[in-house]
């Protein structure tokens, strides 16, 4: 029996590392977020700097072990074999739910998730234990578990994220109003104080965070507490000079060492809060394996009550742990993945957004913006005006190619981020308040971003979706978290051995389906035939991008139809639903394309603004034809979904012919915006839509016959109809294409 117990052991710090890996990728984003965002600092700076963060973090995380042994619940009332089953369930589940927030692109709270595992597998055994007992009710659970501590979170969870999102947003209000969008100026005059007093926030927090969680601080202890006002004016004092300093003698901004200094806090804060997250739980079935060894007794009656003791953290194992991190910090692409979505939502201009807007949303802006406007009718119109004017933003005009190498939010936010982040944490921990990092940070990101007018009346919806999606997501969390571990304790519990075996295999095949799928999506998006926004500022170049758009978009229209028929006549669900995402897919990209006219224009010489129509002509007969080919994928798919009659041998014969004639009209067409031969659009190509168009029409009269003698399904007939004309007006849409260009070409020629 003792070996089933090692091998449990050895399972959960395999478990423990794979938890690092998905840990680390989901909350990089809380310390990464606002140097990145900025490009305040080159990137391989900041990993750096938030590398040397996570491993003084991760060294001085030993206090926070606790959490995991005895924080959320009563150790002494489980047996060794109980509290085994309970950590077990906790690492499966803690591993898979971060994954899959991982490859959502979500930020997620690691604390919420563990905490919440441990209370849901804690209740579901302290069930179990109750069922088996003649004398327990279901009124002793609250003997088994520590509602004090689990009530302290769940409040901490709520109150930080309403106040990381007030504070931030009244700190970056009051920052932008006193510096502007236009520091260079009031920078020279007032950085030493804003630096003075951003440093002395966050390297005190970076003093209490680190500090307090090493066995070094009993040293300090009598000479620190008791004084922390005075070592605060002390260390203002120390930083205002320093920051003025390094303004007047260097000739440096301020800023960059501020979001330096502020990533390796945060960075260390991570680390040294949430480690316990990931290797807390192994650390304790470790300890509490020794201890069973050491007993003698069997391990279903060996009580646990000696998790209550306090046990040192082996130095190693922290120094390990730190390790795993920095190189998943590195080389996670999904890391990266879940940093875009915050400063995607956070960021300061228009762009493609990630989320789409909901009821909620809109009544959240349409009620703001209310506000706002009888604000502006209390207020002065001279006060309106001046703070207009101070939210006013720099115009920088760069070419299309380079513009993804703007910040996506100025310094000045980015070191309110980092100061308002540090200080809050900094107040909790020295209240022993539970809080979640990550909670924290992206709150005041967004608060920040809301303050500074980030969400204009064109992105506010998509934003504030974005928010709600995320928040939701937090509470989700907690939720699934409590469920899940709940659930696989059970099993475990009834299955044994064996249903641990059959856990872990799942975990692992869940684990690499999910990588795998992220890497097909970060590949898709990457794709050749991916449609891309106009740069070109010439007739020249409009014609050139415009023409790889078109051969792109062809291409996959007409695989899609091709799926689409075969689906049909196949009856094929499957295929067809990868045939309606496809296209799904082809006019989001259309879309984005529509959406990006407004700078195209605006970025046109003035010699060439007929470039503009054209662009606006083709990008909307690309729509056309995406819209075409859309309603044949989808109202098939509706066919076959809702178990109609399938079609006949013979509309599926003249469906086949009239398709593989399109696919060789969409091949040629394609043929010719690859080799942007314009000339051979005439007569060739126009003799062969008149031939697929007559057969179209042929097939659509067919139908009107066996419509009048032999057809007997209604639901057929409309479908029938439906594609035949819907391939008409795609037809018709290619050949406007070519006529655009084969008109444009010749303008040019003259």
């Known amino acids: 029996m003792e070996n089933i117990y090692l091998i449990m052991i050895v399972a959960l710090v395999v478990l423990a590392v794979a938890d690092l890996v998905v840990g680390v990728s989901n909350d990089a984003v809380n310390f990464l977020n606002s140097a990145i965002g900025s490009k305040a600092i080159p990137f391989k700076t900041i990993m750096i700097v938030a590398s040397l963060g996570i491993f003084c973090g991760a060294v001085f995380s030993s206090g926070m072990m606790e959490v995991a042994r005895k924080g959320i619940f009563v150790p002494g009332e489980f047996m060794f074999n109980e509290i085994m089953i309970i950590f077990m369930a906790v690492m499966i589940t803690d591993i898979l739910l971060l994954d899959f927030f991982n490859t959502l692109g979500m930020p997620t709270s690691t604390t919420v998730s563990i905490v919440f595992e441990l209370l849901g597998a804690a209740v579901a055994m302290a069930f179990i234990k109750i069922g088996a007992s003649d004398t327990q009710t279901v009124s002793d659970i609250l003997t088994y578990i520590n509602t004090e501590k689990a009530m302290q979170i769940i409040s901490g969870i709520l109150l930080s994220v309403l106040i990381a999102f007030s504070v931030g947003a009244l700190v970056q209000y009051v920052s932008r109003l006193i510096f502007s969008f236009h520091y260079d100026k009031k920078i020279k005059y007032i950085g030493a104080l804003f630096g003075g007093g951003a440093l002395t926030a966050i390297t005190y927090f970076i003093f209490m965070k680190g500090l307090k969680g090493t066995p070094y601080y009993k040293e300090v202890k009598e000479m620190l507490e008791g004084n922390e006002i005075m070592i605060i004016l002390i260390s203002f004092l120390a930083w205002t000079v320093l920051s003025q300093l390094y303004m007047s003698v260097l000739k440096k901004n301020i800023f960059v060492p501020i979001i330096a200094v502020g990533t390796f806090g945060l960075a260390l804060a991570f680390a040294g809060n949430d480690l316990v997250n990931f290797i807390g739980v ?22 646990m009550g ?85 939210f006013q933003k720099p115009v920088v005009t760069v070419s299309k190619s380079k513009s993804h190498e703007l910040p996506a939010f100025d310094q000045v936010r980015a070191s309110v981020n980092l100061m308002v982040a540090g200080i809050l944490i900094s107040i909790a921990t020295s209240m022993k308040l539970p809080l979640s990092t990550t909670y924290v940070t992206f709150m005041v990101a967004m608060g920040t971003s809301l303050a500074d007018r980030a969400w204009g009346s064109e992105s506010a919806v998509y934003r504030v979706a974005g928010v709600l999606n995320v928040i939701g997501g937090w509470f ?39 990588y795998i799928s992220h890497n097909k999506k970060s590949k898709e998006l990457k794709a050749e035939d991916r449609l891309s926004k106009a740069e070109g500022n010439s ?62 224009i605006k970025d046109l010489d003035d010699s060439y603004l007929g470039a503009s129509k054209f662009y606006i002509d083709i990008t909307g007969s690309l729509q056309d034809i995406a819209q075409s080919s859309s309603l044949i994928a989808k109202i098939s798919h509706k066919h076959v979904n809702n178990n109609h009659k399938a079609l006949k041998k013979k509309q599926g014969a003249e469906l086949l012919e009239i398709n593989n004639k399109l696919v060789n009209l969409l091949k040629e067409i394609g043929h010719i915006f690859d080799s942007r031969n314009f000339d051979k659009i005439v007569p060739e190509i126009v003799d062969e839509k008149i031939s697929l168009l007559n057969n179209v029409e042929e097939s659509i009269q067919l139908q009107v016959e066996r419509t009048r003698t032999d057809e007997s399904s209604p639901k057929n007939t409309t479908l029938y109809f439906s594609i035949l004309l819907e391939t008409k007006d795609l037809i018709k849409s290619n050949i406007e294409i070519l006529n655009l260009y084969y008109e444009k070409n010749e303008q040019l020629k003259k």
């Not at 192994?282 to 060996?302: I, K, L, N, Q, R």
């Not at 304790?489 to 975990?507: D, F």
């Not at 007409?558 to 045939?579: F, P, R, V």
Request: charged share 20%; aromatic share 6%; proline share 2%.
């Open 476 to 514: 989700g969390t907690a939720i699934i978290a409590f469920i899940a571990a709940g659930i696989l304790a059970l099993l475990i519990k009834l299955g044994g051995s064996a249903a641990i075996a059959v856990l872990l295999l799942l975990a692992i095949l869940l684990l690499v389906r999910n």
């Open 282 to 303: 192994p650390m304790a079935a470790w300890h509490s394996y020794e201890a069973w060894t050491a007993s003698g007794v069997d391990a279903t009656a060996f009580s």
């Open 539 to 600: 007739i020249q170049g409009v014609i050139e991008e415009s023409a790889d758009n078109i051969s792109k978009a062809l291409r996959r229209v007409s695989k899609i139809n091709e799926m689409t028929i075969n689906g049909l006549i196949n009856q094929d669900l499957a295929l067809l639903k990868k045939a309606k995402n496809n296209v799904n897919k082809l006019e989001t990209e259309i879309e984005d394309l529509q959406s990006e006219i407004f700078y195209f």
């Open 306 to 390: 000696v998790l209550d003791k306090k046990v040192p953290t082996e130095p190693l194992l922290l120094f390990i742990a730190g390790g795993v991190m920095v190189l998943t910090l590195w080389f996670s692409k999904k890391a990266r993945t879940v940093a875009d979505t915050e400063i995607g939502l956070s960021r300061q201009g228009d762009g493609a957004e990630k989320f789409q807007p909901n009821m909620l949303s809109r009544a959240m802006v349409r009620f703001t913006m209310s506000v706002s406007k009888y604000t502006n009718t209390v207020l002065p119109s001279s006060m309106v005006q001046k703070i207009d004017k101070q």
